[in-house]
């Protein structure tokens, strides 16, 4: 497995792994204040079926929709990074650069902390066309 396809698939699983952490986030809230949005839920675990999600879900609902406009396009991107071998120095630092904005744009999200969650959320964009750029050299050199 070359270095590029190793630290793209680590990329990945973490931010699965933070994907995964913000459901894990949602079910907490949901069960620590027994309040469910569907009235089965709330039947079968004795809770209180509520109209509306508490403020805690609805928040990371938020920041969870956020990462299914950017994290999506990462996959590709980096996929297709890797199967062209770009430039490894490049891509690695796109590829870390994403993660760890995405980490903190979560973090900074469920805070409620600006102007940080822009910060990170410009920052994972920039990788974003960072690596666009870096398929478009790819490309225009074939």
Known sequence: ????????VLCVLVLF????????????FRLRHRAFSNPEDAGFLHGIAREQELPPVRRAARAWANDLENIPLFWVLGGVCVLLNTSQVATAWMFCGFTLARLLHTLMYLGGWQPWRTIAYAVGVVCLFGLAGL????????
Do not use: R
Not at 22 to 27: P, T
């Open 17 to 28: 792994v933070k994907m995964f952490a913000i459901s894990c986030y949602q079910g907490f």
């Open 1 to 8: 497995m070359s270095s590029l396809l190793a630290l793209y």
């Open 135 to 142: 398929l478009g050299a790819a490309a225009l050199m074939n």
